[in-house]
């Protein structure tokens, strides 16, 4: 393995080492989980994390937005807890309500946290779930090594969709930044993508 390979490795591992304390510190999981059912989605619960970012869906019968600014308020006045930030989507084809909380650690690094309050009764209740089972089941570390590798390659202003890069990778047969680009002209992205990894 190259050098820079193991940088790509090492910096993901470090990450999610450092998310891990992040969830700790905040006491994410036992807040939320006196809401609803909380569930870990996104690259950090696969072991493909390459910025700073965690996102949660908390699962609850009827999505109350007092009960989620009750939870809200015990982060803000956790100290690091820079901001918050709330968007309401009730009565849209993508019900919930969403808060994203933005920590700066003891490291002063910067994480932005995202939090959707869905009712099990959301039309894509459990895919994200679903998702993050599958891609843990298909990854392998040399897959892993070539979506880190990708990721890398595009800064924060041209940036791609993770679930893009997963698909080219385990379905298209992607193996460069430049093979994605190309890749994702003759296959552009949909605003929702359903696609899952074949396992």
Not at 35 to 64: C, H, Q, W
Not at 90 to 109: M, S, V
Not at 148 to 155: N, V
Request: with cysteine; hydrophobic share 40%; glycine share 8%.
């Amino acid at each position: 393995m190259q050098e820079k390979d193991k940088e790509y490795l090492e910096k993901a591992a470090k990450l999610q080492k450092a998310a891990e304390a992040v969830m700790a510190e905040l006491e994410i999981r036992e807040r939320w989980g006196k809401v609803g059912k909380i569930i870990l989605v996104g690259s950090a619960r696969f072991g493909l994390m390459a910025s700073t970012n965690l996102d949660f869906e908390i699962y609850v019968e009827e999505p109350n937005i007092n009960v989620g600014f009750e939870t809200i308020k015990e982060f803000a006045n956790i100290p690091g807890v820079k901001q918050t930030q709330y968007l309401n989507f009730l009565g849209t084809d993508d019900p919930g309500l969403y808060w994203r909380i933005d920590y700066e650690d003891a490291n002063g690094t910067l994480w932005d946290i995202d939090n959707w309050l869905v009712p099990f009764s959301h039309p894509h209740a459990g895919m994200a779930d679903g998702f993050a089972q599958a891609m843990q089941k298909a990854l392998t570390e040399e897959k892993k090594l070539t979506i880190l590798q990708i990721k890398a390659c595009f800064s924060p202003t041209k940036k791609y969709r993770g679930i893009d890069i997963y698909k080219a990778v385990l379905q298209g047969g992607v193996q460069s930044a430049e093979e994605f680009e190309q890749w994702i002209k003759e296959n552009p992205p949909v605003p929702m993508e359903t696609w899952s990894p074949s396992v």
